[in-house]
């Protein structure tokens, strides 16, 4: 097998197999759902778990199956950021491991149902999954059951028991117990030599750590808005898949044995009189449940079926959300198949099906402009980001207070207003918000800075940079704006490696390539290959000695001093290899 093979699918299962050689201490039974976190890693520290899921990160990226995907990202994205937020307000995820883990999903393009949490608050999410769920809820059961096993340090506290092994005897250890999922055989052979004996004899505690992942994750449904339910659903989606002979396309049943008993404390938890549908089975439900699945590289024939359900006789008896799943499916399967005029005809169904619902209009205009996109039409791109609606910002918090500062932790230079709330967040918002010219507000929105615009954003940067040169005069001000809603973007989220590579292919467009080797230098650091970004910036110190500009000599600056925090990050990456 492929070396690929063994970094993805490491990487893959590796929270989850974790729980399945972690030794915890009994549980006793609840009645209420609000549980303790139970103990620390009593070796592994919190920085030393985030430096190890900082490297497993490194490989995910690396991999060709990694998806960057602007549009199913922001959906994902959304539903973790909202559980996180219920894990703080009920104390399940302390100040300590919100500031020093990641937090970062990362979408693996696989059609296997699988997601995993990993060391230092990684979360995997394969499309698959996304592809098979049928509502926000049930995605976030899986969300909230991965979120607890970071949040319960269950990885710590594995590895704390393997304390006595070897570097070379964990690595065996994970490679092997995480190529399960796609070959049994393969991962016998690797366990051979890595305490193999050890690791199966505390395969019976997984239980007790699937218990507890399944009950503070239950918690954290209704303060995020979503229904406990959803956790039900999912079961007796994994239950009937368990039953059936596993062809492999399930490998989380395989991580996460499904137990009656689990099942039945599930049931059992659901509020007097709840109703057990999920509460949200909507249109963008159904839009993202059909993008991932075309994501997940379908062989052509598939695409085929896919395309002629929107002919078939019971398409009519299905439900409004349910036919905008399947236009959404139909039109991204005909571009697929090369059917450009067939997919723009489809998308012309998806706007009527989705007429007087804001938030999947929004998802057929990014969809339009995705489909343009892929066909290298970019003024059709930007034209259909221009028809978006932008979406309204929360409102001020009483007693917030507003100052303008410079962006110095990124070096870069335009300005930022931060809010500061009387709950003590933080806001940042680009101070030339209110200055935006109409036709400028309608491609990249009036307050980009939030997270629910990035989407918008990416797609503009990428028809942007397929813009000829002869052609970005007609589109100067979106241009200048995409600019300067990406550099706010990413100061909010200075990880987010999406929005700086995006960053970078803008700036190139405005002739400004000492900044865009900064900005894909960045990109490289925020995905953990500092390797690749010290390349970046040498080439960029290169570039500003050969330069006659001197406005470059602040840039210049900046990169002399990235280069030197890169090259210590890269030299300590090395020495744990």
């Known amino acids: 097998m492929n070396t690929w093979f063994f970094k993805r699918t490491a990487c893959a299962l590796l929270a989850a197999q974790m729980a399945a050689v972690a030794t915890l201490a009994p549980l006793q039974a609840r009645a209420d759902t609000s549980l303790p976190a139970m103990g620390e890693g009593a070796e592994m520290t919190t920085s030393e778990e985030r430096r190890l899921g900082d490297d497993i990160a490194r490989e995910i990226y690396r991999d060709p199956q990694f998806l960057d995907d602007a549009i199913l990202y922001e959906y994902v994205n959304g539903i973790w950021q909202e559980l996180m937020l219920a894990a703080r307000q009920r104390g399940t995820l302390t100040s300590e491991l919100q500031e020093r883990f990641a937090w970062q999903v990362m979408l693996i393009q696989d059609a296997t149902v699988n997601a995993f949490a990993l060391p230092g608050g990684f979360m995997g999410v394969q499309t698959g999954l996304v592809g098979v769920v049928g509502s926000r809820d049930e995605l976030a059961s899986v969300l909230a059951h991965e979120m607890s096993h970071i949040t319960q340090r269950h990885i710590a506290r594995m590895l704390a028991r393997q304390s006595r092994m070897t570097p070379v005897m964990i690595a065996g250890m994970i490679l092997g117990a995480l190529a399960a999922s796609k070959n049994p055989a393969a991962a016998q052979a690797l366990m051979v030599g890595s305490s193999a004996a050890a690791i199966q004899s505390q395969l019976n505690f997984s239980r007790d750590m699937e218990r507890e992942a399944d009950r503070t994750g239950m918690s954290l449904m209704p303060p995020a808005g979503y229904s ?67 994501l997940s590289k379908p062989e052509p024939q598939v695409l085929h079926q896919w395309v002629q359900l929107t002919t078939a006789a019971d398409f009519a008896n299905r439900s409004l959300d349910q036919q905008a799943g399947v236009w959404y499916l139909a039109a991204m399967s005909h571009n697929q198949l090369g059917r450009h005029a ?191 970004a010290v390349d970046r910036l040498r080439a960029g110190q290169d570039m500003a000695r050969n330069s006659p500009n001197r406005n470059d000599y602040y840039e210049a600056s900046i990169i002399d001093t990235r280069l030197r925090e890169m090259q210590s990050l890269a030299k300590e990456q090395a020495a744990r290899k």
């Not at 057990?276 to 993008?291: E, F």
């Not at 207003?417 to 030339?432: A, C, R, W």
């Not at 100061?491 to 929005?499: E, F, I, L, N, S």
């Open 228 to 294: 406990q339910a959803g956790f039900v659903s999912m079961f007796e989606k994994l239950q009937q898949a368990n039953r059936m002979n596993d062809n492999g396309s399930w490998p989380y049943l395989r991580t996460h044995p499904l137990t009656t008993e689990r099942i039945a404390d599930m049931q059992s938890r659901l509020p007097a009189g709840a109703a057990r549908k999920p509460q949200d089975t909507g249109m963008v439900a159904q839009m993202m449940s059909a993008r991932a699945r075309l």
């Open 342 to 532: 067939e997919a723009l005809a489809a998308l012309d169904q998806l706007d009527a099906t989705v007429q007087a619902h804001p938030d999947a209009m929004r998802q057929a205009q990014l969809l339009r402009a995705d489909v343009a996109l892929r066909n290298r039409q970019p003024q059709d791109a930007l034209a259909a980001l221009a028809k978006i609606q932008p979406l309204k910002p929360p409102a001020s918090k009483t007693g917030s207070t507003s100052v303008t500062v410079s962006n110095a932790m990124t070096g870069l230079v335009n300005e930022a207003v931060i809010t500061q709330g009387s709950d003590k967040s933080l806001s940042i918002q680009d101070s030339s918000r209110d200055v935006l010219l109409p036709e400028v507000k309608a491609v990249v929105g009036d307050d980009a800075g939030q997270s629910s615009d990035r989407p918008d954003l990416v797609l503009a940067a990428q028809a942007l940079a397929q813009l000829p040169a002869t052609g970005l005069t007609a589109y100067d001000g979106v241009l200048r704006q995409t600019s300067s809603r990406l550099q706010t973007l990413v100061v909010q989220w200075p990880k987010d490696a999406g929005a700086w590579l995006a960053l970078s292919w803008v700036l190139r467009q405005q002739n400004q390539p000492l900044r865009s080797i900064r900005a894909e230098a960045e990109s490289r650091a925020a995905q953990y290959d500092y390797a690749a």
